[in-house]
């Protein structure tokens, strides 16, 4: 754990900095017995421990993006703000996961957002109205994180992780955009495989399966 990041580093090589005190910033070391299609479900428990610990430490249910974002709906900017973002990296041979290590950055106490990201990011403490304990915060999301890894790990136990992103993915059912190297398309989002893809139906009727991109959520018009 950290307590302030000056170079943290996300999906594409993007950068951030936390002040001290502000966010909770961890990296958890895994070596799973899954196979390299379903490495994926890491994060994605990851991020639903993440949900438990807000939650049950500051009382609000955060909901999940795809791929690897945590996010509460503001009725003030008519969508998403960004809670918390995840990153995994793992070490792979042909046929087995031989490490991961999954990292978080969650925006727990501020008094604003930082300039610029006003509609697009927020702060559990901004949710609730008041300060949030962040060892408090820390200790539950390694519980749950715990709880839900050893649930994964069992035989089968992808299958579990993904029926319960399913069910805290509020991309799922939204009308999105998906920007890929080179391509652009709209479209609703309407099932998570397996493998963790993203399978979009888009306006013009062909279905994509997105294995990364970025995902952005259409506001209504």
């Given at each position: 754990m950290a307590d302030r990041q000056t170079a943290g580093r996300g999906r594409l090589e993007r950068t951030w900095e936390a002040p001290s005190g502000s966010a909770l910033l961890v990296s958890v070391l895994l070596r799973p017995n899954l196979l390299p299609t379903h490495v994926h479900s890491t994060t994605m428990a990851a991020a639903i421990a993440?949900?438990?610990?807000?939650?049950?430490?500051?009382?609000?249910?955060p909901e999940l993006k795809?791929?690897?974002?945590?996010?509460?709906?503001?009725?003030?900017?008519?969508?998403?703000?960004k809670l918390a973002g995840l990153l995994a990296e793992a070490e792979l041979s042909v046929d087995t996961v031989d490490a991961v290590?999954?990292?978080?950055?969650?925006?727990?106490?501020?008094?604003?957002?930082?300039?610029?990201?006003?509609?697009?990011a927020i702060a559990a403490s901004e949710v609730v109205g008041h300060p949030v304990d962040r060892d408090a915060l820390l200790d539950r999301f390694l519980e749950r994180f715990a709880e839900h890894y050893s649930a994964l790990v069992e035989p089968g136990g992808w299958r579990g992780t993904?029926?319960?992103?399913?069910?805290?993915?509020?991309?799922?059912?939204?009308?999105?955009?998906?920007?890929?190297?080179?391509?652009?398309?709209t479209g609703k989002a309407v099932e998570i495989t397996g493998e963790g893809h993203l399978v979009v139906k888009a306006d013009d009727g062909e279905v994509h399966r997105v294995a990364a991109g970025d995902v952005v959520h259409l506001r209504p018009a």
């Open positions: 993440a949900s438990d610990a807000c939650e049950e430490v500051a009382g609000f249910r795809w791929p690897n974002d945590v996010v509460v709906w503001d009725s003030r900017v008519v969508g998403d703000r290590v999954v990292g978080m950055g969650l925006n727990v106490n501020w008094d604003r957002p930082p300039p610029g990201l006003e509609d697009i993904l029926l319960n992103y399913r069910r805290l993915c509020s991309t799922l059912g939204k009308r999105v955009r998906v920007d890929l190297a080179g391509e652009s398309f």
